[in-house]
């Protein structure tokens, strides 16, 4: 953010602003020397974006005390007080500092960030005293590759059921909960087996133990849930895409007033129903499902993805006929209010209540405890995939649906194509992935929590 701020602040670093006569020719062009620096920036935010992700709800969840009922609970509704926060940043970021920059400097408008990132990290460090530190137990990619060899290898054995001959012994002191080898992936279970040609036992890469097999277990059993979050991912990234185009095709106007709202604020409906909905949830709601469910959170961590795909369908349907309806006025003559827009954007917000708490809870506590920031990176993961697919969707439905001389779905112009057909076959998308969800989460075994 450093290096951003100072790419506003400082005019060499950036190219000079268009005149009017450049605009309606050419602009003065970067040079490479700016782009690198603007190039950094964005690296190293990145960088910095992506270890935070990844392992601050892994380090939070260390904080907790799993083996007492209000570790549990703390734990539990952890998740959502972390989502609501994000989200109320999230809204002061499209609001007060989207203002700043447009209306006061658009330098400030990255200094505020910036000066709020350096108050975090002090804040960080202040508090390490009283944090709890848990040893790392060793390269979490060497243990997954040793397992898969070390199967292979002995693909050939007697699996451990029909033989004595292996070493639960091997468990270490952290790991001393008593196992035993499930039917799940059984070609797994090869690796745990000692070998009369195994010379040296206490060889790491010859010796598998227990929880080793089972905690990789875990992470191939996850794989199927991270697959279909994917696609639910994509419906809410085409919110997000086409909302804006929306907007500016309609009445900007505040009721009752004369203030134009911003076509991108329009999200920070969806933004409001998760501030609203979490807190509500977590402080009045739960108590009412868990005595009726008599289940510690009142539903299971994939029933929550389950509803928020759900979600997903319902909201690319009523985006579908929102769509039609605004386009049919517009070539009238009639512009709708931008707050025709609300009904999906409080549906996506109810989606990503569900799906993406749930799945964060999830990713978090179905692996073991020294990969918590793997799975944590499997939700961010997922997103990203879901972007890529974003795009390759949008332009294979355009050039598919303009062959022939014919008018694509998705034009510059809205008021010209057929968004509505685009949200109902995403909407159809969403129905497939619901299905696939509800095949893997039925045959899901949960791990102990």
Not at 389 to 410: I, Y
Request: with cysteine; net charge neutral.
């Amino acid at each position: 953010m450093l290096v951003l701020t100072l790419t506003s602040l400082i005019p060499t670093l950036r190219p000079p602003p268009c005149t009017t006569d450049q605009i309606t020719g050419t602009c003065v062009r970067y040079s490479d020397q700016q782009l690198y620096v603007l190039l950094s920036g964005l690296f190293l935010l990145s960088v910095g974006t992506g270890g935070i992700r990844s392992c601050s709800i892994p380090f939070s969840l260390d904080q907790f005390d799993d083996s007492t009922e209000e570790g549990r609970e703390g734990s539990r509704s952890f998740f959502s007080w972390y989502y609501t926060t994000h989200t109320i940043v999230q809204l002061i970021s499209m609001t007060l500092v989207l203002y700043v920059q447009n209306n006061i400097s658009w330098a400030l408008g990255f200094a505020i960030p910036t000066a709020l990132n350096l108050f975090a990290l002090v804040l960080l460090f202040v508090g390490v005293r009283f944090y709890v530190f848990i040893r790392p137990e060793g390269s979490v990619i060497s243990g997954i590759f040793k397992v898969l060899v070390d199967a292979y290898k002995k693909r050939n054995a007697q699996p451990p059921c029909e033989i004595e001959h292996y070493l639960p012994l091997l468990e270490t002191s952290s790991q001393s909960n008593k196992l035993v080898l499930t039917d799940q992936y059984r070609f797994l279970n090869k690796a745990v087996i000692v070998m009369n040609n195994d010379e040296a036992r206490n060889e790491e890469w010859k010796i598998c133990t227990m929880r080793q097999i089972e905690d990789i277990k875990s992470i191939i059993s996850i794989i199927p849930i991270f697959a279909s979050s994917i696609i639910g991912f994509l419906a809410m990234n085409q919110q997000h895409t086409f909302t804006v185009s929306q907007a500016l095709k309609m009445d900007l106007r505040f009721p009752g007033s004369s203030y134009l709202i911003p076509p991108a604020s329009i999200t920070v409906i969806s933004l409001l129903t998760i501030g609203i909905w979490l807190p509500f949830y977590e402080t009045v709601l739960v108590r009412h499902i868990e005595y009726i469910t008599k289940q510690e959170g009142g539903i299971s961590l994939l029933q929550k993805v389950g509803i928020g795909n759900f979600f997903s369908i319902l909201t690319m349907i009523i985006s579908g006929i929102l769509e039609r309806e605004r386009r049919d006025l517009s070539r009238a003559g009639v512009s709708r209010s931008v707050f025709w827009l609300a009904p999906q954007q409080v549906l996506m917000g109810f989606y990503e209540v569900f799906t993406i708490v749930g799945l964060t809870e999830f990713f978090n506590k179905q692996v073991p405890g020294y990969m918590r920031s793997i799975g944590n990176s499997l939700l961010y993961l997922g997103m990203s995939f879901a972007s890529y697919l974003s795009s390759a969707t949008v332009s294979t439905v355009h050039s598919v649906t303009a062959r022939g001389g014919r008018q694509s779905w998705l034009t510059d112009d809205i008021d010209t194509g057929k968004l509505d057909y685009f949200y109902y076959f995403i909407a159809a998308l969403s129905t497939l992935n619901l299905i696939f969800f509800l095949c893997c989460a039925q045959r899901y075994r949960y791990r102990n929590m």
